[in-house]
Nanobody
Framework: VQLQASGGGLVQAGGSLSLSCVFS????????MAWFRQAPGKERELVSV????????RHADSAKGRFTISRDNAKNTVYLQMTSLKPEDTAVYYC???????????????????WGQGTQVTVSS
């Protein structure tokens, strides 16, 4: 499995960015997909996760109401639409994949077998 994330960049506070992650190598529709982020000096944290069909999503409290996760199983791609960005959203954003994700384990970095290379998001004040 390979994950290729893209779409990061520099944006002013209040702006928007859309991240994409292309999945290849196996049946995309069997995998839960997630976005994590890691700011300098901080641990990697879950931002959003989406179920295999896309019917169920969960967001971290920091992302609720501002970020939207979606997927297109025909294009093997997961997206993260980010709006009303804040300086504290500055981080490297990673997409991750696994076939066995539940509410109990979805925040654990170790639960995800596959990771993209990360894309930098910088929000200026």
């Amino acid at each position: 499995v390979q994950l290729q994330a893209s779409g990061g960049g520099l944006v002013q506070a209040g702006g928007s960015l859309s991240l994409s992650c292309v999945f290849s190598g196996r049946a995309f529709s069997r995998y839960y997909m997630a976005w994590f982020r890691q700011a300098p000096g901080k641990e990697r944290e879950l931002v959003s996760v989406i179920s295999t069909s896309g019917a169920n999503v969960r967001h971290a409290d920091s992302a609720k109401g501002r970020f939207t996760i979606s997927r297109d199983n025909a294009k093997n791609t997961v997206y993260l639409q980010m709006t009303s960005l804040k300086p504290e959203d500055t981080a490297v954003y990673y997409c991750a994949a696994d076939t066995d994700i539940t509410f109990a384990n979805m925040r654990r970095v170790s639960e995800y077998d596959y990771w993209g290379q990360g894309t930098q998001v910088t929000v200026s004040s």
